[in-house]
């Protein structure tokens, strides 16, 4: 793509509130983005985070690329959403629990690159608009089988069309069947039917690469939204991925935690004195389960899951080189939160019974993968899959607000291949980077209403070794569970219990809970995140 008369100064726009930085400038076209989120994946899943799973093309990128050991979520899909899409904590954004819609007054990324000479596109789930069930439960699980229509999944005006993207394929609501998935819509008009080879991860692909194509057209840059449904639950994958991993997980979830931990330190991915390795934070014991082959087959369908968008990854690695732009492509790749706890819920809501053909789904299925399956990992398994932190997904522990990130550009980012950033950031930041690369102010006003100061910063000043640091403190809180994060602690709690304090650059893995020795401590951090939580007018207590 020719964009010579588009060329920006990196260094001069968004670094101007770190004047006490010195700043590198560099000069080149307007880069395109190309954003790829994974639902529910474990921090180690990864190969070049230390997982067993086969993702060559995403370690292809960490390799020529920087991989981040410290940055985070929001804990959960519909917050991390919001926060990445719009550089806000989630209940600025208007996203204060699950199914609600984004605030309108919070501008998002394609909102404003749109407005700034950027083709806008999404593939894959939003999730942030209200997401109602009709009034009888009967009529709600034949909606999802796509036996009666009630209209729009959510209210139109909150549909990603119609919040900056021009073009959308994928679903509205959070929960899918891969094979014949709810919600399913090209911007407003519902996909009422699809093929019989259909499977969500390669849909999402597909529509990602026709995509590019058609941005290679012109020279406009490019903003697309990538976001995968896998590996969320149910566990759905194809036969041929499956097979791949029959055998991986026979040894169970304490084998697998330790083997995870052993090759993210050989990788330099943590250190063992900083990084001690807790137990599995489900208190299961692998020796005691009587279920061996149906809880390893639950996880062989995670990983087939993960392995199958590592290849639509590639595919789309191989289309940007195809159409000239991989190499001023920033790529970005993250996990929504920690692998999922989730095990055990019936259908309802947005958990099918049946299929569209009237076949009853098992859930708990012996063998998980296909259609008429709906299964879930579970906490042992998530534990495992979060190594080397303590819990999971929903948790404002590291195991749930922890992501592997990886940010590939190979004109911005040049000599600096294969390298590991370990400063602390938060998604909240992309939003801020975004502008800085695409030279584009903030706007005062979208949506016919003002807009709210962004909280995010730009990673650009870490990104070119410029600073360690962007944040002083960060804050989390979702469904009660909170915690705050400054330089030297972190403070973290679960849902209804008190305070744990960590000497957080000691004791990455929360292990040592300081709280009592350092009650001052916990005093001043607890003011300061009730002081932050009283502004964005959260209860927990």
């Known amino acids: 793509m020719n964009r010579k008369n588009q060329s920006i100064v990196l260094g001069s726009t968004l670094l101007a509130s770190c004047a006490s930085v010195p700043t590198q400038s560099k000069v080149f076209e307007k880069p395109n983005i190309l954003l790829v989120m994974v639902d529910d994946m474990g921090y180690s899943d990864l190969g070049c985070y230390g997982g067993e799973i086969q993702t060559p093309n995403i370690d292809q990128l960490a390799g020529q690329g920087i991989r981040f050991t410290q940055m985070h979520n929001s804990a959960r899909c519909c917050p991390t959403r919001a926060s990445l899409l719009t550089g806000h904590h989630p209940q600025q954004a208007g996203i204060n629990g699950m199914g609600v819609n984004l605030a309108m007054n919070t501008a998002t990324i394609a909102e404003v690159l749109k407005e700034n000479g950027y083709h806008t596109g999404m593939t894959g789930k939003w999730h942030l608009s209200q997401t109602k069930p009709v009034n009888k439960p009967v009529e709600q699980l034949r909606w999802m089988a796509h036996q009666v229509d009630y209209g729009p999944f959510s209210p139109l005006e909150n549909y990603p069309c119609n919040r900056g993207f021009e073009e959308h394929w994928g679903v509205i609501w959070g929960v899918v069947n891969y094979f014949d998935p709810f919600s399913l819509v090209h911007n407003e008009e519902a996909i009422k039917e699809v093929s019989e080879d259909f499977y969500m991860t390669d849909f999402i692909t597909e529509k990602s690469i026709d995509l590019i194509d058609e941005y290679g057209k012109d020279e406009k ?189 190979p004109k911005g980012l040049k000599g600096q291949e294969n390298t590991i950033n370990r400063g602390v950031a938060h998604v909240i930041d992309v939003m801020p980077t975004c502008l800085e690369v695409s030279d584009t102010d903030y706007p005062e006003i979208v949506n016919s209403q003002k807009t709210i100061a962004l909280v995010g910063k730009s990673l650009m000043p870490m990104l070119l070794g410029e600073t360690e640091s962007i944040h002083d403190t960060l804050f989390w809180e979702h469904q009660r569970g909170r915690a705050i994060r400054t330089a030297e602690w972190k403070m973290s709690a679960l849902p209804g219990k008190d305070w744990e304090l960590f000497r957080i650059n000691e004791d990455h893995t929360e292990m040592n809970d300081l709280s009592a020795q350092y009650p001052e401590e916990v005093k001043e951090l607890s003011a300061a995140w009730n002081e932050w939580a009283k502004k964005l007018n959260i209860r927990v207590r």
């Open 221 to 409: 840059p490019f903003f697309l939204y990538v976001a995968h449904t896998a590996p969320h639950w149910p566990l759905h994958a194809l036969p041929e991925d499956i097979k791949k991993y029959k055998d991986t997980y026979k040894d169970g979830w304490e084998a697998l935690r330790k083997s995870r931990y052993e090759r993210m330190a050989e990788m330099g991915i943590i250190d063992k004195d900083s990084y001690p390795l807790p137990e599995n934070s489900s208190g299961r014991v692998w020796d005691d389960v009587e279920r061996k082959d149906y809880e390893s087959a639950c996880m062989s369908v995670h990983a087939a899951m993960i392995d199958r968008v590592d290849e639509g990854v590639g595919e789309i690695i191989q289309k940007l080189k195809e159409t000239g732009q991989y190499e001023n492509t920033i790529i970005m790749v993250l996990s929504d939160n920690g692998a999922s706890y989730e095990r055990g819920y019936p259908p309802g809501f947005d958990r099918p019974g049946f299929t569209r053909d009237s076949t009853i789904i098992e859930f708990g299925s012996d063998h998980p993968g296909p259609e008429t399956t709906w299964n879930y990992i579970g906490r042992a398994w998530a534990s495992a899959s979060n190594t080397p932190f303590r819990y999971w997904k929903m948790e404002s522990y590291e195991g749930g607000t922890a992501t592997p990130f990886i940010i590939h550009w």
